[in-house]
């Protein structure tokens, strides 16, 4: 028995042994894990990297880009396009003026009665219409006949609190968001579709022109008198409330600029300078591109992948459309080489843009002691159940650093327009009042990223400069930012001048 019971105790030792070993093996193996996880975001957070030196290294670049763009077609990656808005709203505007905003697969139209610098905006109302998918991808009339019934329709609900002088026309501000080439405030060439559309034979023609006969075949009597986008329309409702207002950002899906300059010094600009003695330029600087931009392999790999290798650059780094993305990417390398989440890498994990900027910003904010959003958020999206505490302050990290990189580079963007402008410095010991409007849902809902934007651009521009800078919210600026266009361009404005 003495034999039996040795044998039994030493086999008992092996095997508790054996099970020692195997725990420490994983402890290791689950340390090796985690060192190389934290490995991939150290290294991740170095190559976002945006101290201040770099930023104005990038501010510099815009502002030198912004030159080039401005002397001829073509010489830079900033398209800088002249907009013909050469009369922003003032204020004094009187009368009902109409506005159509079309930029996805839903358009809205929008009236509002202004009542001059006492009033205001003294009524408004909007109707928000989705278009049929066969419509997006049949005939250039089938698309512009069912905009104008609809825009019809619309007309004919006007009250008795909208008062149109007698005599006069109808007019429209037409917000559209598809690349044109403008020539003049009224018309404009669609270059080609996007978000989904595809109608080979508006691609080349006037888009005025097609709204225009459209209107006319379905009996409506209204005339369009401004052809813009969405980031003008936001400048135009931004300066109507507030004269300071000279550049406009939109940070949301994608992201562009658009900023008053002085006629003079846009030597691409020809014929007679407007009597203003300013223009207004979309800068479509979402195509902003520069050797000091802090670029990682997820960005590399993003844009190869993408639909428009090369370009748009700018806005692949620092909008709403593919900031949950760089974080999905990142994720993926650590699921793969630190196993984060288990031994293989979640099969929704590999899914492209499932990780949507909204669900990335509410892991961000994320203040529950056990991060619970976090946990919620990685199982109904990925399906990954039962993360730990640290993995998700891991998740929790990394968009923090894809968040900053973003915004900080957003605020290096909007300084050097207020370089090029020159609003950057104070003169002769006098500082100029200047206000930014800013709109999109990724500047308006991303706290976080709202914030370090704002303290980023304070930090550029130094204290006391900084004091003569406001930003300024600017909803639905595109709306009705088209309508009061309408009205600082009205044909009868012109008639009552001449």
Known sequence: MGKVAVCAAVIGGAAACAAAALVVRRQMRSAGRWARAAEILKELEERCGTPEGRLRQ????????????LASEGGSKLKMLISYVDNLPSGDEEGVFYALDLGGTNFRVLRVQLGGKEAGVVNQEFAEVSIPPNLMVGTSDELFDY??????????????NFHLPPGRQRELGFT?????????????????WTKGFSIDDTVGQDVVVELTRAMERQGVDMRVSALVNDTIGTLAGGRYNNKD?????????????A???RAQAIPKLHGLPPKSGEMVINMEWGNFRSSH??????????DAESLNPGEQIFEKITSGMYLGEIVRRVLCKMADEAALFSDTVPPKLKTPFILRTPEMSAMHHDTSPDLRVVGDKLKDILEISNTSLKTRKVVVELCNIVATRG?????????GILKKMGRDTSREGETQKTVIAMDGGL???????RTCLENTLNELLGEEIAKSINIEQSNDGSGIGAALLAASHSHYLEATES
């Open 293 to 302: 931009l802090p670029l990682t392999e997820y960005d590399h790999a993003l």
């Open 176 to 192: 559209f968001s598809f690349p044109v080439m403008q020539l003049s405030i009224a018309s404009g060439t669609l270059i080609r």
């Open 407 to 415: 915004a900080r580079l957003a605020a290096a963007g909007v300084f």
């Open 443 to 449: 500047y308006e809902h991303y706290t976080a990223y």
């Open 245 to 257: 207002v000279v550049i406009a950002v939109i940070l949301g899906t994608g992201t562009n600029a």
């Open 58 to 69: 990038v501010a510099d670049a815009m502002a030198v880009e912004m030159h080039a763009g």
């Open 147 to 160: 905009i104008a019934t609809e825009l019809a329709k619309f007309i004919s609900q006007e009250g008795d």
């Open 259 to 261: 900023y008053v300059e």
